[in-house]
């Protein structure tokens, strides 16, 4: 429930765990696969970004796991963490059932802009590059895989939520341009099917686009509403076979909004 790709990152001594899924129940899930596949070994967890279905199954981890977070995360977290649990719980009666229980606890460690963990033959490199979809965005790089998974930062034909007060679009363009130089193998994106590096220019492509045409659009006049419908047609038929383009208007604001 909640669709986030959840990665195991399986070391000789350790193992990095990246989001839980929604709630108690989906962890649960996840902490059985991590029994499965990395039994024995010391236990690190961390978070893409705060919302719900990427967090707030980490209590179902045992108390020996190290929970690891961005500091621009964690202080997100506890700003907005709990009212985003409790909009996602008035939903729908499942989220409600699967959120009911949610206990959050405090980082173990935390960062400012990198750190790296030796899990033993396989190294993760977790960095936070600046507000892009939420404002405490966390990457993690993982080698020799050179295997990238970038949060929401980097999705396969899917339009991201694009919330008021979290969202730059702008600093998405300028983070994909540095993710691009990096040049990954592998791309494990939260939301959809996995995929390449070639994933990155077809993303920052997309941002660019809507950029362009909200600003065109700004120009001629157009009220943010009226933009943001204009803009959603076309997209629906230069993207078509992309998911969640209703979302399109939402990245229509947020350029307007940068644009002042």
Not at 198 to 204: F, Q, T, V
Not at 216 to 234: C, F, I, L, W, Y
């Amino acid at each position: 429930m909640g669709f986030p790709n959840v990665a195991i990152v399986v070391g000789g001594r350790a193992a990095l765990v990246v989001d839980t899924g929604i709630g108690p129940a989906n962890g649960a899930i996840v902490m059985r696969q991590v029994d499965k596949l990395a039994a024995g070994r010391n236990l690190y967890l961390t978070t893409t970004h705060y919302h719900a279905e990427h967090s707030s199954g980490e209590q179902a981890f045992p108390p020996r796991t190290v929970l690891i977070r961005p500091i621009a995360q964690q202080q997100e977290m506890e700003k907005r963490g709990a009212q985003f649990i409790d909009m996602f719980r008035h939903r729908t009666a499942q989220l409600n059932d699967l959120l009911k229980d949610v206990k959050l606890r405090p980082p173990d460690i935390v960062y400012e802009h990198e750190i790296t963990l030796d899990l033993g033959g396989i190294t993760a490199r977790l960095f936070w590059m600046g507000a892009a979809h939420t404002a405490g965005d966390e990457l993690i790089l993982v080698e020799p895989d050179n295997a990238l998974i970038p949060g929401d930062i980097v999705q396969n034909n899917m339009v991201p939520f694009m919330p008021a007060g979290e969202t730059n679009v702008k600093n998405w363009i300028a983070i994909l341009d540095k993710l691009e130089a990096l040049k990954p193998r592998f791309i494990v994106p939260d939301h959809g099917p996995l995929g390449d590096g070639s994933l990155i220019a077809k993303y920052r492509a997309f941002f660019v686009d809507l950029e362009s045409r909200a600003l065109d659009v700004k120009r001629q006049g157009k009220s943010v509403d009226d933009a943001a419908r204009t803009v959603t047609d076309e997209f629906k038929t230069k993207y078509p076979d992309w998911q969640n383009l209703n979302g399109i208007g939402n990245g229509v604001r947020r350029v307007y909004e940068e644009s002042k």
